[in-house]
């Protein structure tokens, strides 16, 4: 059960390892063009489709005729990623159960959006994780994790095309240790797992507003919230020019220049060796690729070069 690319990868590995896929879960097809009047299937569907699988696509998972419908394949195991919360009725159908494949080290980074707040909080480590669904978002007992080191270059994209293979690999690891006898035995609360100092992170679903970027904070943590937002949904600030037009301005790449601001108003620019630096609350930051609204994304330099005032406008 699954939508995204992410979840294509685990697909794409289950049947070309031979396993028995009865059938397959996703979303229902979306409106997508300028009049919504085109209906566009999931990347999964498209997947199973080409490979000749059943797909269901419920609007409700609590839905009797899908859970009828789905009850009829008599699945042994049902593995889920990328999806929905599932209802008891769904996830305690298999005589196996079901697992999930969660793109953190549960856990830690329960919630929508795992990678993205990984990367925005400077995690140098991070991981997959399979564990049994139960009653609670994201708390089941742990079968298997792989960690995955998050490097300094690495952005969410980056991170996120590492675990969407990695999650395919523990996906089958999981699936023979279960058919061994061994998943549910082996399988550990995740209470054993939280640190000794409790802190847990979540990773809440991302909106619009939550990619805003705060100029106020260190240009380290300013960078690292940029990385864990691109190239999707990008961080975004609104820069003010002296006649007080605002205009949304995406930031995709950034780089910290060391450079003390000196009391600098954060979010002031500066053009400094033909790039385009803006004050935080500690070091100058240099922006390396960006996107005007209503422009193509492009690197700063080139912007700026068709920005000649850009000095006197500021980012807020």
Excluded at 97 to 126: C, D, M, S
Excluded at 240 to 246: F, H, L, P, S, Y
Aim: proline fraction near 6%; aromatic fraction near 8%.
């Amino acid at each position: 059960m699954g939508t995204p690319e992410f979840a294509v990868e685990t697909l794409r590995a289950l049947v070309d390892g031979g396993y028995n896929v009865v059938a397959v879960v996703t979303q229902p097809d979306k409106p997508v063009g300028r009049h919504q009047d085109t209906l566009q299937p999931p990347a999964v569907k498209q997947y199973a489709v080409s490979k000749g699988l059943p797909v269901l696509q419920p609007e409700k998972m609590k839905d009797p005729l899908f859970v009828e419908e789905l009850s009829r394949y008599q699945a042994d195991l049902q593995v889920v990623v990328a999806f929905r919360m599932l209802p008891e009725t769904v996830w305690a159908m298999p005589r196996f159960g079901t697992f999930n494949v969660h793109a953190a080290l549960l856990p830690q980074y329960r919630g929508a959006a795992p990678i993205n707040w990984a990367v925005i909080n400077g995690e140098k480590l991070t991981g997959v994780t399979t564990f049994f669904l139960d009653h609670n978002i994201d708390t089941g007992r742990i079968i298997m994790q792989e960690q995955f080191e998050i490097k300094d270059e690495y952005n969410a994209e980056d991170v996120y095309n590492g675990l969407m293979h990695l999650g395919a690999d523990i996906a089958l690891k999981t699936i023979d240790k279960i058919i061994e006898g061994n998943g549910h035995t082996d399988s550990l609360p995740q209470e054993r797992l939280v640190p000794t100092d409790g802190e847990l992170h979540n990773a809440p679903k991302i909106f619009k507003d939550t990619c805003r970027i705060n100029w106020k904070d260190t240009s380290k943590n300013v960078r690292n919230f940029v990385r864990g937002l691109s190239p999707y949904p990008g961080a975004w600030t609104e820069m003010t020019a002296t006649n007080g037009n605002n205009t949304v301005l995406k930031v995709f790449k950034t780089t910290e220049t060391l450079i003390p601001c000196n009391g600098r108003e954060p979010g002031t620019i500066m053009k400094y060796n033909g790039n385009f630096l803006v004050a935080t609350n500690n070091c100058w930051l240099q922006l390396d690729e960006i996107q005007l609204s209503g422009k193509k994304r492009m690197d700063a330099k080139t912007f700026l070069n068709g920005y000649r005032d850009i000095e006197n406008n500021s980012l807020h």
